[in-house]
């Protein structure tokens, strides 16, 4: 009897202490989960590198992103290699090439029949987040879904809804499609329905940045899962057009300075109509009046948003997290504004294509860094992913590399060149594809008669890319050539059997 009640006790005391190692377990995790970085990813639409003060090179006040650029590091080859909103979108969340996750062009109602959106199948940056532990929110333009073309309408609807079994697992949900309205937005609210938008009277970038700062918060303990670390993307759409709604007081700084004195660049010219470029459907020609009317308020725009970042920041601060908080800066392309005597994006020159990357860790990343590695958007998502060590789940099809031991401990082999791409609407072998090497531009374009054209520019000794420099090097130009085709075929690019079939019969 004496025996049994032993036996009872101690298998109770074995018990409680299963129960005491199992509650242990738990804290350790919860504890771990708490000290795994967080993310905060922002991505304002349209902002060119040269557009941050800290660069030197256009005159706009951004004296958060330069004091953030100071706390970390700055990589001056970001590369969009698809300078347009949906392709490079696309490229962030799913690590993969435009016509591996078909998102060939922009998503709207003209390319809903060619399925130009986010793929529901391909597992995304979102997805393996969540399935590490995070909490991941997504706040602002999403752009990667093409509505369906409405009965009786023919002008092209550019919004869109977005379902949340679409969303890849982003749990915090306040975001929209591609509405341009900066001044008066609204958006689509966690489980709101598509006909329940919140409408807001206020900048869109200071309205959302007091989201993010509550989200930061997290005051009622229900934005977020306070247990869990966080990834947040941002994508505010200022300084994207219409570069009209903007704040007066972000506009005083530069209302009174001539052109002059605000399009320093040396390749500007407002008055080309670039009919050299008239081949190239995404070129936009013959719009520089905007860059004579809009260039301030550009300017102004970047300085808004750069005010509206500063905020966040502060808010993480705030709440003690700054230090194991990622924080990178950069955009999805940037912005012609009257360069070349173009406007907007979508070509291969470096207004359009080479973006800001300013990213800060105080745990791992040193202050006052600059880096010249190129990067390119594929490989965001698997360098992020690597550098939060969050590794379960990745996908082992992706294009882009990870980068992470470079960024981190200037270690690994780096990237020799970032691809260059324009592909019309549901046709993944058409346009143009070139490569941005550290120090040269080289791009093939095939029109839509199978015309080709070179281009070719040193961008260290001709910075400003004036001079087209096919057959004067023709050494240089096979070697770049070879590099190309190289990462054609590497990428399994379906372009590059036309291409060569096309000069198989000349």
Known sequence: MKFTINLIVTGAVF??????????????????????????????????????????????????????????????????????????RGMLMT?????????????????????????????????????????????????????????????????????????????????YGAADVHNEPYYWVNDAKEDELTYVNEWSAKHEADVIIDYIKNPSENTRSSDKPFALFWSVNPPHPPYQYVPEKYVEAYKDKSLEELLVRGNVDLDSDAKNLAFH?????????????????????????????????????????????????????????????????????????????????PEKIKPNQKSDLLISPTDLMPTILNMLGTRKGIPTNLDGEDLSSLILKNQGTEPTSVMYYFIEEGQPASGHRGIRTKTHTYVITLDSQNVERIMMYDNVADPYQMTNMTGKDAKLEKILHNQLLQKLTEKKDPWLKRYLDLNKSK
């Open 95 to 175: 690590g993969k090439l435009p016509y591996h996750n078909n998102v060939l062009t922009n998503s709207n109602s003209n390319r809903f029949k060619y399925n130009n959106s986010w793929q529901k199948d391909d597992i995304s940056f979102s997805d393996v987040l969540v399935k590490n532990g995070y909490d991941a929110g997504y706040i602002g333009k999403l752009h990667l879904t093409s509505p369906a073309p409405m009965m009786g309408k023919d002008s092209t609807i550019w919004d869109a809804y977005t379902p949340k079994d679409q969303r890849h697992g982003f749990n915090f949900w306040y975001s």
């Open 15 to 88: 018990i409680i202490l299963l129960g005491c190692l199992g509650s242990a377990k738990k804290a350790t995790e919860v504890s771990l989960k708490t000290e795994m970085p967080n993310l905060l990813f922002i991505f304002p639409d349209q902002l060119r590198n040269s557009a941050i003060g800290i660069n030197n090179q256009d005159p706009v006040n951004t004296p958060n992103l330069d004091q953030l650029a100071r706390e970390g590091m700055i990589i001056s080859n970001a590369i969009s290699s698809y300078p347009l909103c949906s392709p490079y």
């Open 281 to 361: 459907n995404g070129a936009t020609r013959k719009r520089t009046n905007l860059a004579k009317e809009h260039v301030h308020n550009y300017f102004a725009m970047v300085t808004g948003v750069d005010e509206q970042i500063g905020r966040v920041l502060k808010a993480l601060e705030e709440k003690g997290l700054n230090k194991n908080t990622i924080v990178i800066i950069t955009s999805d392309h940037g912005e012609m504004m009257g360069s070349h005597g173009l406007m907007s994006k979508n070509i291969w020159y470096e207004e359009a294509m080479n973006v800001p990357f300013i990213i800060r860790w």
